[in-house]
Nanobody
Framework: QVQLVESGGGLVQAGGSLRLSCAAS????????MGWFRQAPGKVREFVAA????????SYAGSVKGRFTISKDNAKNTVYLQMNSLKPEDTAVYYC?????????????????????WGQGTQVTVSS
C-alpha cells in the first residue's frame, strides 16, 4: 500500500503561482511513476503531469506545458507541482497518484486507470 497526501492548494489571483506537494508513505519503493491530475466541477478527471521515480522523465498536458513543472525529492518521497501563470481555467481539485505495478508507457500514464493509489485531493481556485 502507498499513502499519498497532497498539500499546497488555495486561492490565488490569475497570474499567480502555487506549489503543490504530494508526500508518499508506505511501500514507496514499489512506485514506478507519479502523476498529477485535476478535476473541475462537472468535468472528468484529466491528466496534468507525470514523472518517473527512477529518472527525470516527465510529461505534461498541453494546457499546462510551459507553466507547470513537476519535480521530485526521492529522499523525502515527495513530488511537487509548481504552477505559474495560473489561469481561472486551472481551478480544480488536484490529485496526485502513484503507479506501483511497474512499467507503463507514456500514453498509458496519461490515463487515470494507469495508477494504483490516489491522494484525497487539494483545491486550487484561481480568481480572475
Amino acid at each position: 500500500q502507498v499513502q499519498l497526501v497532497e498539500s499546497g492548494g488555495g486561492l490565488v489571483q490569475a497570474g499567480g503561482s502555487l506549489r503543490l506537494s504530494c508526500a508518499a508513505s508506505g511501500r514507496t519503493f514499489s512506485s514506478y511513476a507519479m502523476g498529477w491530475f485535476r478535476q473541475a466541477p462537472g468535468k472528468v478527471r484529466e491528466f496534468v503531469a507525470a514523472i518517473i521515480w527512477s529518472g527525470s522523465s516527465t510529461s505534461y498536458a498541453g494546457s499546462v506545458k510551459g507553466r507547470f513543472t513537476i519535480s521530485k525529492d526521492n529522499a523525502k518521497n515527495t513530488v511537487y507541482l509548481q504552477m505559474n501563470s495560473l489561469k481561472p481555467e486551472d481551478t480544480a481539485v488536484y490529485y496526485c497518484a502513484s503507479r506501483s505495478r511497474g512499467y507503463g508507457s507514456w500514453s498509458a500514464l496519461l490515463q487515470t486507470g494507469a495508477y494504483d493509489y490516489w491522494g484525497q485531493g487539494t483545491q486550487v481556485t484561481v480568481s480572475s
